[in-house]
């Protein structure tokens, strides 16, 4: 994950991933999840994404990290929301927002994901991965995708292997690689079972027809995914 090339993408304007209304996908398929109210989502390489918004109006809590602070700023800034800034005591580099809607707590690192631990993140009760695992290059997924259960699910106890595993909603694309380079990057089934399928069920939940980039537009198939315990 390259700093620098988020950074630039952030000042040069150059975020179409961050869409103006809630993604569809997560209103209709959040069920799944089997959350209550007051439960803790997490929302990796969250930018500043509405669906963020709309997670908290439903009762839960939110907490994101991302590498660019400026994104964090703007979400706060545009939701109107004035948080409060913490430093990390051991590392001044990492910090996080922290402020409330809807009566719920919006919780925001700003980190490189790799630099978190469980403790920083506390307790959460379901992921919700719109755009990160899509945003990484092939080379990086596997050790992500074992970053996010880490961070979700408590493995400090001595028999790991059967530890709860926090479920997952996770969104990717499917389409010719070629077409383009990423991100968004392309991930079949078969690369999806590689990063997850040691600790996790996998259940296909939907796959819909949609498009990327400007015109000519790229056909892609966007997928729905259940990551549940196994």
């Not at 040691?198 to 966007?222: C, D, F």
Request: charged residues 20%; proline residues 5%.
């Amino acid at each position: 994950m390259n700093p620098e090339f988020w950074q630039k993408r952030w000042q040069e304007g150059r975020i179409g991933f961050n869409q103006s209304t809630v993604n569809p996908l997560l209103t209709e398929y959040i069920d799944h999840l089997d959350l209550a109210a007051g439960n803790r989502v997490f929302v990796p390489l969250c930018g500043k994404s509405i669906d963020m918004v709309w997670l908290a109006t439903q009762g839960y809590d939110v907490v994101g990290v991302e590498l660019v602070e400026t994104a964090i700023q703007e979400f706060f800034a545009e939701q109107n929301i004035e948080p409060t800034v913490y430093q990390q005591a051991d590392n001044p580099a990492i910090r996080y927002y922290q402020g409330q809607l809807s009566g719920q707590t919006i919780t925001l690192w700003v980190a490189d994901i790799f630099a978190l631990t469980f403790e920083d993140v506390g307790s959460i009760d379901a992921v919700y991965d719109k755009a990160a695992l899509i945003a990484l290059p092939a080379d990086m997924r596997v050790k992500y995708s074992e970053q996010v259960r880490k961070l979700s699910s408590d493995t400090s106890k001595a028999d790991g292997a059967n530890n709860e595993i926090t479920p997952q909603l996770l969104l990717t694309l499917n389409y010719d690689q070629r077409k383009k380079n990423g991100p968004p990057f392309s991930i079949n089934n078969e690369q999806l079972e590689q990063y997850y399928s040691a600790h996790y069920q996998i259940y296909e939940l939907a796959s819909v027809p949609s498009s990327i980039g400007s015109a000519p537009y790229i056909t892609v198939t966007e997928h729905v995914w259940l990551l549940s315990s196994k």
